[in-house]
């Protein structure tokens, strides 16, 4: 069932960010930032397919709405020719996406917003999927390549056909679903994320790799948390991208900036450099809470015009690549 493929109000985009080492908008006329928030907050629950096929008509954020409120993260093995998930890796990768997802309920309590993760549990079985792919883990490691293209419908693809949306929407009573997709492989994790502003829609997911860039370690506890959260709206800071509006002095200027050299979106290591499986010590800096929306982000957005955005967790094409 491909819900989120019939879409009829606007074509919608999709791009890619990633980390090193770890890692449409509908016509103005159309609808209001004001409408849709209102329009959300009075729709009723549990979500049907009907109601769920009426929000994607115009909701901005694409398959991940905001992180305030529910959503479900669904964990996907992808099965590729290459693929040997051993159990310890699965178990690795469930709880990190596990932990994350406690993390980011924890953030937003800290911050006075309500978030509930849904994801892979004892309690929540149904959100772990192995799907098999017919094309190797290899051509997803590097996403500028040109195998990249490929693989990214397929999944989508894969996506759209093996998933019951239905399903999860009768049971958890929200249409917010990011896709964790694991890969058997050694690669910098990157997401799919949305981009309001193009001519073509699909889903938003995470390349996750078992191993990190170098192959010979799982990758960092918060490289997971970090990638959920580009589900949800939130730029990398540690280079420039114009087409997130975050320019080389804004770049720059976080680099310099010792209160940022925590930040989720700008480091995922350790103040050693060393890596850490079991917890997650950085914090969410004022740029991530403005663009996830925990935060108005006045002040942020009246020091670094180029970030502000039309919607909240949405990402807006500020200028071409």
């Not at 549990?46 to 959503?71: C, D, F, M």
């Not at 996403?143 to 490929?150: E, P, Q």
């Not at 990214?152 to 964790?180: C, H, N, Q, R």
């Not at 680099?255 to 700008?266: E, F, G, K, V």
């Amino acid at each position: 069932m491909k819900i989120l493929r019939k879409l009829s109000a606007a074509a919608l985009a999709v791009v890619f960010t990633a980390l090193p080492g770890c890692s449409v908008l509908l016509d103005d006329d159309t609808w209001t930032y004001e409408e849709q928030s209102s329009y959300t907050q009075e729709a009723s629950s549990p979500v049907t397919y009907e109601s769920a096929k009426e929000y994607g008509a115009w909701r901005p954020q694409g398959s991940a709405n905001t992180l305030e409120g529910e959503s479900v993260i669904v964990t996907i093995l992808l099965e590729t020719p290459d693929a040997d998930f051993t159990d310890d890796e699965i178990t690795y990768a469930n709880q990190s996406i596990d932990r994350s997802c406690r993390y980011l309920e924890e953030q937003g309590k800290k911050y006075g917003k309500s978030v509930r993760l849904y994801n892979y549990d004892s309690e929540n079985s149904d959100l772990l999927f192995r799907i098999s792919c017919d094309k190797p883990a290899t051509d997803a490691a590097n996403f500028r390549a040109d195998t990249y293209t490929g693989f990214k419908d397929t999944v989508d693809s894969l996506i759209a056909d093996e998933i019951p949306f239905d399903d999860i929407y009768e049971k958890y009573g929200t249409d917010s679903i990011g896709f964790m997709v694991m890969l058997d492989a050694g690669a910098s994790a990157y997401s799919q994320v949305y981009y309001p502003d193009g001519n073509y829609y699909g889903y938003e997911w995470v390349a996750m790799f078992v191993h990190d860039m170098y192959g010979t370690r799982y990758e960092n506890l918060a490289c997971y948390a970090h990638e959920i959260l580009h589900l949800f709206g939130a730029i990398d800071l540690y280079a420039e991208k114009k087409s997130d509006g975050f320019t080389s002095d804004i770049a720059e200027a976080i680099a310099n900036d010792p209160d940022y050299s925590m930040a989720l979106m700008y480091n995922t290591y350790n103040p050693d450099g060393s890596y850490d499986y079991e917890n997650i010590p950085q914090e969410l800096s004022d740029i991530t809470l403005a663009m996830i929306g925990f935060t108005d982000g006045a002040e942020v957005f009246e020091k670094y015009p180029s970030l502000a955005r039309n919607y909240t967790a949405a990402f807006e094409n500020k200028a071409a690549y």
